[in-house]
């Protein structure tokens, strides 16, 4: 089945800096990519679709210049927070759907630590 | 009113019992809809869709029920490991839009 891969899984950084998070399809290609956050005991809420060699659709509400978001390739997404704040901390999961199918898959998500 | 509503719980429920839930959608022209499983700081995986005509798989059935706008899964037989977060979730606009999930429904299988 098709896989996606996130990676790093967790990182803890220091407030102010900027983390980087990949996403990639390992075996389909993705020209849409999807960027989801989940705080605890929340659901998991749109943040952004990213589009190959385009620019990102980002949901009301998300900063577009603190979610950097480049889809250079079909099959690489990242996310980059940038200067990191504490109340960025939460989970960070990209999922991507094979062009022509419905069912969305996951990477295995981002635990992300800013203190 | 919220996109996709579920009853967070936690359901409580004995091994081998049925248990089932339910969850309301908002937007009537949504196109698909599906139940998604999610263990504790996990990403989601997809248990199965959900077709107007119903869907069983093994233990799970699903129903869409369009014109009162709600999702339910019943899940028969329970056993230890469905202990998990269900997910429900929409699809509003079909093809490659982002999913709408609602906060999830806790469920703990006690032995």
């Known amino acids: 089945g098709a896989v996606v891969s996130q990676h790093p899984s967790w990182v803890i950084c220091k407030s102010g800096t900027s983390v980087k998070i990949e996403c990639r399809s390992l075996d389909f290609q993705a020209t849409t990519m999807f960027w989801y956050r989940q705080f605890p005991k929340q659901s998991l809420m749109l943040m952004a679709t990213s589009n190959e060699g385009s620019k990102a659709t980002y949901e009301q509400g998300v900063e577009k210049d603190k979610f950097l978001i480049n889809h250079a390739s079909l099959t690489l997404s990242t996310l980059t927070v940038t200067s990191a704040h504490p109340e960025d901390s939460s989970f960070y999961i990209c999922?991507?759907?094979?062009?022509?199918?419905?069912?969305?898959?996951f990477g295995q998500g981002t635990r992300l630590t800013v203190v | 009113r919220k996109e996709v509503e579920q009853d967070p719980g936690p359901f409580n429920v004995p091994e081998g019992a049925t248990v089932a839930f339910n969850c309301t959608y908002s937007?009537?022209?949504?196109?698909?809809f599906f139940w998604y499983r999610q263990d504790c700081r996990k990403e989601p995986k997809l248990l199965m869709s959900?077709?107007?005509s119903g869907n069983e798989d093994g233990r799970f059935t699903a129903q869409l029920n369009r014109a009162s706008q709600y999702i339910s899964l019943l899940i028969r037989d329970s056993k230890l490991s469905d202990s998990a977060t269900y997910l429900c979730?929409?699809?509003?606009?079909?093809?490659?839009?982002?999913?709408?999930f609602g906060k999830g429904t806790h469920l703990i299988i006690q032995p």
């Open positions: 999922s991507a759907t094979r062009q022509g199918a419905w069912e969305a898959f």
């Open positions: 937007n009537s022209a949504s196109q698909s």
């Open positions: 979730v929409v699809n509003p606009g079909g093809g490659a839009d982002g999913l709408t």
């Open positions: 959900v077709y107007s």
